[in-house]
């Protein structure tokens, strides 16, 4: 069993940065591909960015990709999620995610509960 714990989310303005920490316990963390998903209100929930098991490859989709930049560092078990450039519509819930099979087949078996962005214009 592996819990996530998201943190650093936060009111900032239009144009700030913000880092996101997912940490995980369990000595498996190494053997997971992990995300950062976003939800906003009334929308589905969005994936934003995702980095193989180590940390060598990474995926952002066109509406954060130059903007947010997704690492890991195995040893301590935490995944980041670099938010720069903010844009009000980057308001949501965050959540990190992981599951060995995330990677090749987008199966996630575990999710954070969440830490709120608020981006104000």
């Known amino acids: 069993q592996v819990q996530l714990v998201e943190s650093g989310g936060g009111l900032v303005q239009a144009g700030g940065s913000l880092r996101l920490s997912c940490a995980a316990s369990g000595r498996t963390f190494s053997n997971y591909a992990m995300g950062w998903f976003r939800q906003a209100p009334g929308k589905e929930r969005e994936l934003v960015a995702r980095i193989s098991w180590g940390g060598g490859t990474t995926y952002y989709p066109d509406s954060v990709k130059g903007r947010f930049t997704i690492s890991r560092d195995n040893a301590k078990n935490t995944v980041y999620l670099q938010m720069n450039s903010l844009k009000p519509e980057d308001t949501a819930v965050y959540y990190c995610?992981?599951?060995?099979?995330?990677?090749?087949?987008?199966?996630?078996?575990?999710w954070g509960q969440g830490t709120q962005v608020t981006v104000s214009s």
């Open positions: 995610a992981g599951g060995i099979m995330a990677w090749t087949k987008g199966k996630y078996d575990y």
